[in-house]
């Protein structure tokens, strides 16, 4: 079965950076865009950005450019999502979840990484 | 990209319905058949209940319909059980590789 494995919980200085990772397993890596989404305490969903796995093409939502970082390993199977100069705001889970059909359709999610930014 | 305009909080009793907007622009929901509608539970990982705009993932019960008029996309629940209590969001292909979420609507099953 599709599985996307998410790395743990981070805490995070203000200004530093943060990579996390995406595991996926149970289909082929490369046929499915992943996407990157967020939620704040209290606040909903967020979409940040995708990967397409193959040639590594990247889209970000545009209050992200130049602090968000999409790769991928096709080698492990593995996405990972780098976001820059981190401020509190930054503090949310973080899901990865797979693109069904390279339009939108979220269809498996990872378990979600906290992440807390705090001096 | 600004989110997409959900209520904030909708009830209803068991057995009744209840209908979740989603107001975007014609640039994302009005632009594009690609609004899918997620069920997200506290402590757990968002689940996708509708695609598409209307279609149904296998295993998702035809008590959740989705339908779009204009720029605005609606979910409605049937028969509300009270496992059907959580917050709800849509979201829409935006042009250009980018998506956007709604702000999400809290369901309270009374």
Known sequence: QVQLVQSGTEVKKPGASL???????????????????????????????????????????????????????????????????LTSEDTAMYYCARDQRSSGILDNWGQGALVTVSS | QSALTQPRSVSGSPGQS????????????????????????????????????SKRP???????????????????????????????YCCSYAGTYTWVFGGGTKLTVL
């Open chain 2, 58 to 88: 296998s295993g998702v019960p035809d008590r959740f319909s989705g339908s779009k008029s204009g720029n605005t996309a609606s979910l409605t629940i049937s028969g509300l059980q009270a496992d059907d209590e959580a917050d709800y």
């Open chain 1, 19 to 85: 990579k996390v990772s995406c595991k996926t397993s149970g289909y082929i890596f490369i046929s499915n865009y992943i996407h990157w989404v967020r939620q704040a305490p209290g606040q909903g969903l967020e979409w940040l950005g995708m990967i397409n796995p193959v040639g590594e093409t990247t889209s970000n939502a545009q209050k992200f450019q130049g602090r968000l970082t999409m790769t991928r390993d096709t080698s492990k199977s593995t996405v990972y999502m780098e976001l820059r100069g």
């Open chain 2, 18 to 53: 209840v209908t979740i907007s989603c107001t975007g622009t014609g640039s994302d929901v009005g632009g594009y058949d690609y609004v899918s509608w997620y069920q997200h539970h506290p402590d757990k990982a968002p689940k996708l209940i509708i695609y598409d705009v």
